[in-house]
């Protein structure tokens, strides 16, 4: 009699592993009362470590910016908004834009990196998503590179030089 050896398969558990963007829109930003702005807000979705959409709540994105190659500030932030993913795993970045009108002194053409990380049940998972950013007077442009290619766009509002 012939026997059969079955092998059961197990997936591990989900961990954020990408922040896949989903889509972007302009926005006005946040320029002082009477003058305009070049800002985009860009939809982003958790993803696990085999691509696939976290639909859940309590994952913290964190970022760590750096301006022109220098740190904008230490260590990793939580962003402002929302503090946490709702129920879809969903959240927005809405990053750093230019008013206008133009004010060198106060918008220098600059690039910004943002490495990602995400806490999640009271672990930091570093997020291989990497955001760069060119602000200048008159637009602003996402690259969002370091996702599974599908997720690998370019946003662009206005002119960028």
């Known amino acids: 009699m012939a026997s059969s050896l079955m092998v059961a398969q197990t997936k591990s558990a989900q ?23 070049v800002f985009i807000t860009v939809h982003f979705q958790v993803l696990d470590q085999y691509g696939s959409s ?14 022109n190659g220098t740190p ?5 932030r939580s962003f402002a908004t929302p503090p946490t993913t709702v129920v879809d795993g ?8 230019t008013c206008y009108p133009p004010n060198t ?8 990196v943002q490495p990602f990380q995400a806490l999640y049940s009271g672990t930091a998972y570093p997020i ?3 955001t760069s950013r060119r602000d200048c007077n008159l637009g602003v442009q996402d690259a969002i590179s370091g996702n599974p290619q599908t997720y690998n ?9």
């Open 15 to 37: 961990v954020p592993t990408y922040f896949g963007a989903l889509s972007a829109e302009a926005t006005d930003g946040g320029c002082a009362t009477g003058s305009g702005g």
């Open 54 to 67: 976290m639909q859940v709540s309590g994952v913290t994105p964190q970022e760590h910016v750096t301006v």
């Open 72 to 76: 904008a500030f230490p260590g990793f």
């Open 90 to 97: 969903k959240f927005d970045d809405d990053p750093v834009g």
């Open 105 to 112: 002194s106060g918008n220098p053409c600059v690039t910004v």
């Open 128 to 130: 291989s998503t990497t």
């Open 153 to 161: 766009k370019t946003f662009t509002q206005g002119t960028v030089n």
